[in-house]
């Protein structure tokens, strides 16, 4: 019994000075109070003086030559208590220590230094012999500032080995791609973050001019060819991209180097760009796909589009969408008198009210929840609020959907944009700004042709009014892109969500191509055509290049840390009613006009007459809520010309 209680005590014994709990105790330690950093650091000082007084008795020599010894020791340690307070060397947390705290200990034993020298050769003229032994004392400060410094120095380590959350060998060895002070900066924030992620092996060099150099103890690497051979000499995982001096194509290159090694990629923001060092480490990403796009950043005409919105009231159709919601945000930050956010999804747009009353806006906002396709209600909206300016993106965009019912397209996408754009001419709106697609370009399905039909009647609208010769007429500007990523709809929250459900991966056809943009480039670019345009335009944007859907699939799957078709497979389903293999931003007929924005065109469309154009969309309106999807579907061919169904039950209409 005896052995066994022995043996249980040896063994908690054991488990409570193990390295775990050691590790335990020292997280939980909370910061030490004032009083204990100062009693530490007056220890300190009362060892230096006596480590200085045993120095000086071996060569002979006495530290402290006055008679009144116990006021000189008394001096000197208040005189050193009251520069402490003074520099405050007590305030700072030992275990984050930084050269701040080793500069105010130096100049705190400076002044104690200075002063007492000071008063050393005033006591040596008043009584003829010195109060101290200079060197002695000099050496004493010495001393006493080395153990300051010291001890901060081996707490500060001893933290830093023991907090770390995660094991030496769970950590991500990566390198940093970079030397210049974004690449440091990043460095250091990733040394001191906790729980830590990275174990930082070295530099790369792109210039290769530092081969034999240091930066944190760490080497400089130099990248003769290609990346990865220089990460598996280190034993790299990983690699930051942290040079921001990189061309587009450049880091390109990076990014297909390592995902074809399945080296994982990450990269950070301009160091302009934090505002403090846990922000940099939080914001140490995984490279996205958005970051591939081969695009350079986009200038805005701040001015003019200030000039449009501040002190207005803008309505914002379809606010709750992935456009809408976007463009809303965007309008906020130009100040506007009045936003007015509609839409008919409820949740949607409850959850966009709750942002924008955490903007912090002066923007009076109001939230209706309506259907652009009642007359009456839209009525009432511009009856009340008097919009000055309207950004129309409500609109049903998914293809096989619209092909499957086409009467909703019509009445949503064709009769929802006319109700908002006759009363637009009723109230006498400045700009009425139409949100449309590249699917309405040669359209091959029910919704580009809806939308194809609404930029027409949009066009004529304009034509006609000023025609008429009115005054203050409503200037009807329409902005015409691809795919954008992230939206709803779009491949890439979809590809997302099937990599995270291990696949597969649905391509609808393995030569489909698309062109892409962000959200936020999409709605600057509508923001900037809507301020530069004068009426009748439809404004076309420079997409970049287009995407090969399934090379997106196959850097999405790498991107994940995933191996194409191992360990997630593509499978590619055939191509969905209405889809084409590559859209187009103009018709065939069509030339464009550059403008001042070099990412902006204008697409030169043949207008219709209004009142052919006006009765066609009515008898189509008509059909939509009466008769079958053949004759609506006819109707629009009628309308559209160039509408010519593929992979569709409405390819029979056109024979």
């Known amino acids: 019994m005896g052995t066994t209680e022995n043996t249980s005590s040896s063994s908690v014994k054991s488990n409570f000075f193990s390295r775990a709990n050691l590790k335990f105790n020292i997280y939980n330690l909370s910061y030490l109070p004032r009083w204990v950093i100062v009693l530490m650091d007056f220890s300190v000082l009362v060892l230096s003086f006596f480590f200085t007084i045993l120095i000086f008795r071996g060569t002979g020599l006495d530290y402290v030559i006055t008679p009144y010894t116990g006021r000189f020791i008394g001096a000197f340690f208040g005189v050193n208590l009251f520069f402490f307070w003074l520099f405050r060397t007590y305030s700072g947390i030992i275990r984050?220590?930084?050269?701040i705290d080793a500069v105010k200990l130096l100049f705190s034993q400076m002044a104690v230094l200075v002063l007492f020298l000071l008063f050393n050769f005033a006591y040596e003229f008043s009584y003829g012999v010195k109060a101290f032994l200079n060197t002695a004392f000099f050496i004493n400060i010495v001393l006493s500032f080395c153990g300051l410094f010291l001890y901060r120095v081996i707490i500060k380590q001893t933290f830093e080995a023991y907090f770390s959350e995660i094991g030496k060998?769970?950590?991500?060895?990566?390198?940093?791609?970079?030397?210049?002070?974004?690449?440091?900066?990043?460095?250091?924030?990733?040394?001191?973050?906790?729980?830590?992620?990275?174990?930082?092996?070295?530099?790369?060099?792109?210039?290769?001019?530092?081969?034999?150099?240091?930066?944190?103890?760490?080497?400089?690497?130099?990248?003769?060819?290609?990346?990865?051979?220089?990460?598996?000499s280190v034993n790299a995982q990983a690699v930051i991209i942290a040079d921001k001096s990189m061309s587009k194509e450049e880091q390109l290159t990076i990014v297909d180097q390592c995902l074809e090694f399945n080296y994982s990629v990450f990269t950070v923001p301009l160091i302009s760009d934090w505002q403090n060092q846990k922000e940099i480490s939080q914001k140490v990403k995984s490279i996205q796909i958005e970051d591939l796009l081969e695009r350079k950043p986009i200038v805005l005409d701040n001015k003019s589009i200030s000039k449009q919105l501040k002190d207005k009231t803008v309505l914002i159709t379809g606010a709750a969408g992935s456009i809408g919601s976007e463009i809303v945000r965007q309008v906020l930050s130009f100040n506007p008198k009045t936003i007015i956010i509609l839409d008919q999804a409820e949740t949607p747009l409850h959850h966009m009210y709750l942002e924008?009353?955490?903007?912090?806006?002066?923007?009076?906002?109001?939230?209706?929840?309506?259907?652009?396709?009642?007359?009456?209600?839209?009525?009432?909206?511009?009856?009340?609020?008097?919009?000055?300016?309207?950004?129309?993106?409500?609109?049903?965009?998914?293809?096989?959907?619209?092909?499957?019912?086409?009467?909703?397209?019509?009445?949503?996408?064709?009769?929802?944009t006319k109700n908002l754009a006759d009363l637009s001419c009723l109230y006498k709106v400045k700009k009425f700004v139409m949100v449309s697609t590249d699917k309405a370009v040669n359209p091959s399905n029910v919704m580009g042709a809806s939308k194809r039909i609404a930029e027409k009647y949009v066009q004529s609208l304009q034509l006609k009014v000023q025609n008429e010769g009115e005054k203050n007429v409503t200037k009807f500007i329409t902005t015409r892109f691809g795919n954008v990523l992230g939206s709803n709809g779009s491949v890439v929250p979809l590809f997302t969500k099937q990599i995270a459900a291990g696949g597969p991966v649905t391509i609808t056809h393995p030569d489909i191509i698309r062109y892409f943009m962000t959200i936020p480039e999409a709605c600057q670019l509508v923001l900037e055509a809507g301020s530069m345009g004068n009426g009748g335009e439809i404004y076309i944007f420079d997409m970049g290049k287009p995407v090969k859907i399934i090379d997106l699939a196959k850097k999405m799957i790498k991107l994940a840390g995933f191996i194409p078709d191992k360990d997630i497979k593509i499978q590619i389903v055939g191509l969905r009613p209405g889809e084409k293999l590559f859209e187009e931003l103009l018709n065939d007929t069509s030339k464009t006009l550059a403008t001042h924005h070099e990412k902006i065109m204008i697409a030169e469309e043949i207008q219709d007459e209004f009142e052919t154009l006006h009765t066609d969309i009515e008898e189509l309106i008509e059909k939509a809520n009466s008769f079958g999807n053949d004759e609506i579907v006819m109707q629009m061919k009628k309308i559209v010309p160039e509408f010519i169904s593929m992979n569709s039950t409405f390819q029979l209409l056109d024979k």
């Open 169 to 232: 060998e769970k950590l991500i060895r990566t390198i940093i791609y970079g030397t210049d002070a974004n690449a440091i900066s990043v460095a250091n924030a990733l040394k001191f973050e906790t729980p830590s992620r990275f174990k930082i092996v070295g530099f790369v060099d792109k210039n290769n001019q530092n081969a034999t150099k240091r930066m944190l103890d760490l080497p400089i690497l130099i990248k003769k060819k290609k990346l990865p051979p220089l990460m598996r």
């Open 356 to 416: 924008m009353q955490n903007t912090g806006s002066n923007a009076k906002i109001h939230t209706i929840i309506a259907d652009v396709r009642n007359k009456s209600a839209m009525n009432m909206v511009f009856k009340e609020h008097l919009p000055q300016v309207v950004y129309h993106a409500a609109a049903y965009k998914h293809v096989p959907l619209m092909e499957e019912n086409p009467s909703q397209a019509i009445l949503t996408n064709i009769e929802g």
């Open 96 to 99: 984050h220590s930084s050269y």
